[in-house]
């Protein structure tokens, strides 16, 4: 977002709590403010504070970024009020979305499908909790005698998560695809797609690896759910950058999800293939001007593909590694970008969520960006924090991930059989075994340098391994 205002001329104002206070966003924006302490219901989720600041450097704008108030309609609403453009949408299409069942309503209305309820469909069912959403608080129910138990609890969840225990049941989709279009809407009534982006690849609800194209997805399919996201995205009034989220079957139908008032970490995707820099465009449409292109102007070329690097354990079940980062390196070369908060001696909150990099590569086709891909994963030193480099490099050996076939059962299938040490760490473990032995034979001098390099091998998962 820095960069983006930086291009168009604009300066920035950075807040920052007590836990980031030197991160990378607050020495790379033109001035930066404290907003008070680590826990973020006191900082990063005080409308009153971030307005405070705003009105006091004089800014113009607020970029709400991907997570925290992003999708708060008080918080537009107070912007508004206090004379600053919120870079987002109107308040009144974030209510339409925010309940699901509402936003189900207005979807169905429109033609566009969603997953039908239970009661006319039969078991297994999905209980989802109305004002949840990105899958917080589902639950599978099998058949109808665990069902009033099931409701039970999903009630008392949601209650517990969102403040509210209203919840819908839809018909349980076995093995569905995610699939999300990118739209932009401007505020003279213009609407377009940006084509799909497919995130399939979740643990546990979050996106691990998202993709843009989808390789399921074809020019007349791209099409239907491009026109349906439009659609609903006019129907509500939206304004900026939004992404409206389906589930798809096996038989490549798909199904009305939820919209996501906001600009979302995996746009970069987005970016790569359609050349369209997408937080240019949602300030260019929060100043009011027009989008510069229509439908037919945009085009998709070869493919992308986004890592999350996060700053945990897969070893461990995901569980999260905060600390400092002692040594990072990141990949480089020709289409490989690596949109990173984090550098050298950077510290990872524990109060925060655990990404600490995107790494983004396109290729002319799905192939070419895979290899890149694990070239570049291949390349990234992360010391200090655990982090999922070693799962995302597995991944993208996987024969059903190479060939397209992304499912939820991916994940699960590898993650057993995933082991610190991979062929690759293995073999010069060996190297170094060999050498050790031809050195104690008196053969080979190491140094009295630190680590000799062949020693590397001997710690099996360097690469997202302590120091
Ligand atoms: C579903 C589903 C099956 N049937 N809904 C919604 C939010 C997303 N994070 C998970 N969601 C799901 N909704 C019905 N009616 C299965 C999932 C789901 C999923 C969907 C796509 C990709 C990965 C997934 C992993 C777990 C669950």
Redesign the pocket.
């Known amino acids: 977002m820095i960069r983006a205002c930086r291009e168009a001329g604009l300066a920035t104002v950075a807040v920052f709590s007590d836990a980031d206070r030197e991160a990378l966003h607050v020495r790379m924006a033109d001035e930066a403010h404290p907003i008070g302490p680590a826990e973020p219901a006191a900082s990063y989720l005080s409308i009153d504070r971030l307005v405070h600041v705003a009105k006091a450097t004089g800014a113009d704008a607020i970029h709400p970024g991907y997570g925290f108030l992003s999708e708060n309609p008080q918080f537009a609403e107070a912007c508004l009020a206090a004379g600053l453009t919120f870079i987002g949408p109107p308040a009144s299409a974030m209510r339409a979305m925010s309940d699901k069942t509402a936003a189900r309503r207005v979807a169905t209305g429109l033609k566009v499908p969603a997953?039908r309820l239970a009661r006319e469909v039969g078991y297994p069912?999905?209980i989802?909790a109305a004002m949840g959403?990105?899958?917080k608080g589902?639950r599978?129910v099998r058949e109808e005698r665990e069902l009033g138990s099931a409701l039970r609890l999903a009630r008392a969840e949601a209650v517990a998560a969102f403040g509210n225990g209203a919840v819908y049941i839809?018909?349980?989709?076995?093995e569905?695809?995610?699939i999300e279009i990118q739209i932009l809407a401007d505020a003279h009534g213009t609407v377009v797609h940006l084509g799909e982006r497919e995130?399939?690849i979740?643990r546990r609800?979050q996106k691990l690896i998202e993709e843009a194209p989808s390789p399921l997805v074809d020019e007349a399919m791209r099409t239907r759910m491009g026109e349906a996201a439009c659609r609903l995205a006019a129907a509500v009034g939206y304004v900026n950058a939004g992404t409206v989220?389906f589930?798809v079957d096996g038989d490549r139908n798909f199904?009305f999800?939820?919209m996501n008032t906001r600009l979302q970490v995996e746009h970069p995707v987005t970016e790569m293939v359609t050349g369209i820099d997408i937080v240019r465009e949602q300030l260019r449409i929060a100043a009011g001007e027009r989008l510069g292109f229509g439908q037919a102007d945009v085009c998709l070329r070869g493919a992308a593909i986004e890592c999350r690097i996060n700053a945990e354990d897969p070893f461990a079940d995901f569980l999260p590694s905060p600390g400092t980062i002692t040594r990072l390196s990141a990949p480089g070369g020709p289409w490989v970008r690596n949109d990173s908060g984090a550098d050298e001696g950077s510290a990872v909150p524990r109060f925060y969520d655990t990404l600490v990099a995107k790494l983004i590569c396109w290729g002319a086709d799905r192939e070419a960006a895979i290899g890149r891909m694990a070239r570049a994963l291949d390349e990234y030193r992360v010391v200090g924090v655990r982090s999922t480099i070693p799962v995302l490099r597995r991944v993208l050996a996987d024969p059903d991930f190479t060939a397209g076939r992304l499912?939820?059962g991916l994940l699960d299938r590898i993650l057993p059989g995933l082991r610190p040490a991979s062929g690759r760490h293995r073999t010069i473990a060996l190297i170094a075994a060999a050498l050790t032995a031809h050195a104690r034979a008196g053969r080979l001098q190491p140094g009295p340098a630190s680590p000799p390099a062949w020693r590397l091998g001997a710690r099996p998962g360097w690469r997202g391994g302590r120091a």
């Open positions: 997953a069912v999905m989802k959403g990105g899958g589902m599978l839809e018909r349980y989709l076995a569905p695809r995610h995130c399939s979740q609800h989220e589930l199904y999800l939820e499912s939820t």
